[in-house]
């Protein structure tokens, strides 16, 4: 088992308050991810939970035994660095050995060689292994710390954006042999990272961190799509998602619509059944529309928002088109191979059924259509 627990948990260095009075409940076997902005506290508390750090308040806790005052050698957990963090003396063959050769963990050398082995082969570094660390790339190095986090079972493993700096092919592959190895860890993983397709792409559950405190916790379909808030919901998708102003109102048959500005002119929307009721008293809200959920189409129709083309940014496998509107600018997701001139006429509509609506005061998320079903409740 290796349950970790943090309760009001607060680390400052000098005016700066890293963590801000955090609770977290990680799961015995889960693969964890810790999400968010530079500087908001992701590695801070990865090294609290190692003992690398210790907090200023608040309780840590692994396997319900409080390890405030226990040293990392006694916590037995594995950790890899984003600064690789490898002995220079040693060659890539000792360097992954070391945990296995330590007063604590000490195995004899044909263990030590096999799993070397093993762990070089999986991180594709078996024919390096003579060399030093200065003789290696940064991809290479981060692999060889990689491998020396894996090398051991230990009760928790805690990674440090260990794929910062491997190119994107590897890192692809990474990814994926990562979530098969957690299988097979049968341990739990706590996931430091700054990439939201890695977040997505690995954690059973995500955090997503921010100033110190948790702007919130759940599964990757979850923060998706219903984020807790504009913060987090420009956080993940790319291209970012689109959020203005609108307005509730009243459209066809007196029913609830949304009014976007376009042109000097509104535009009405209808607005879902079952979100109109949450929306009830909110006036001004912000509206949020992924680019994937916004049609385009470059002849005028009813119910389309006309603008022209500001961009259009082919990125291997999609385009992002790029519409200006007025003083504001919508992004939407194109085939690779669309071909069209900048400022031409171009017409977009959002798709209403997967609206996000914000409180305009705050940025709070309000609702979207069918939001249950991201949430995993019954219908």
């Known amino acids: 088992m290796a349950r970790i627990t943090?309760?009001?948990?607060?680390k400052t260095f000098g005016s700066t308050t890293a963590l801000n009075d955090i609770d977290l409940d990680v799961h015995d076997k889960e693969f964890f991810v810790l999400f968010g902005p530079a500087g908001a506290g992701k590695t801070t508390m990865l090294k609290t939970?190692?003992?690398v750090e210790f907090p200023d308040r608040g309780l840590v806790r692994i396997d319900d035994r409080i390890v405030n005052l226990v040293d990392p050698s006694e916590r037995n957990v594995s950790m890899v660095f984003e600064n690789y963090a490898l002995?220079?003396?040693?060659?890539?063959?000792?360097?992954?050995?070391?945990?296995?050769?330590?007063p604590l963990h000490r195995r004899d050398e044909e263990h030590i060689t096999r799993e070397v082995a093993r762990v070089a082969d999986l991180m594709g570094i078996d024919a390096l292994l003579n060399?030093?660390?200065?003789?290696?790339?940064?991809?290479?190095?981060?692999?060889t710390a990689l491998g020396r986090c894996l090398v051991r079972k230990p009760t928790v493993f805690l990674m440090d954006e260990p794929?910062?700096?491997?190119?994107?092919?590897?890192?692809?592959?990474?990814?994926?042999?990562?979530?098969?190895?957690?299988?097979?860890?049968?341990?739990?993983t706590i996931y430091v990272t700054h990439d939201y397709m890695e977040a997505l792409s690995l954690?059973?559950?995500?955090?997503?961190l921010n100033n110190g405190r948790f702007e919130q916790i759940g599964t990757g379909d979850e923060i998706y799509y219903t984020p807790v808030s504009e913060f987090v919901a420009r956080l993940v998708g790319e291209p970012e998602i689109n959020i203005v102003d609108a307005q509730v109102t009243s459209?066809?048959?007196?029913k609830p619509a949304i009014a976007i500005a376009s042109g000097g002119e509104r535009r009405l929307f209808p607005i879902p059944d079952d979100v109109a009721p949450t929306l009830d008293g909110e006036r001004n809200v912000r509206m949020g529309i992924r680019g994937i959920n916004l049609s385009y189409r470059f002849d005028p129709a009813d119910g389309y928002m006309p603008g022209t083309v500001y961009n259009l940014e082919p990125i291997g496998?999609?385009?992002?088109?790029?519409?200006?509107?007025?003083?504001?600018?919508?992004?939407?997701?194109?085939?690779?191979?669309?071909?069209?001139?900048?400022?031409?006429?171009?017409?977009?509509r959002p798709d209403p059924g997967a609206m996000l609506f914000f409180r305009k005061s705050d940025g709070v998320f309000l609702a979207r259509h069918d939001q249950r079903h991201f949430l995993g409740e019954n219908n």
Do not use: C, W
Not at 163 to 177: F, G
Not at 332 to 337: I, K, Q, T
């Open 6 to 10: 943090l309760e009001h948990v607060t």
């Open 87 to 102: 002995y220079p003396h040693m060659t890539v063959f000792d360097n992954i050995a070391s945990p296995m050769r330590s």
């Open 251 to 254: 459209g066809s048959g007196g």
């Open 317 to 348: 496998n999609k385009s992002i088109l790029t519409i200006k509107i007025d003083d504001t600018t919508y992004q939407a997701v194109a085939p690779n191979d669309l071909d069209v001139e900048l400022d031409s006429p171009v017409f977009i």
């Open 131 to 143: 060399r030093l660390p200065s003789q290696l790339s940064n991809g290479q190095r981060q692999r």
């Open 163 to 188: 794929l910062a700096h491997l190119d994107a092919k590897l890192r692809h592959l990474m990814r994926t042999e990562l979530k098969a190895m957690q299988s097979q860890f049968d341990t739990t």
């Open 203 to 208: 954690g059973d559950r995500i955090a997503i």
């Open 49 to 51: 939970i190692a003992g």
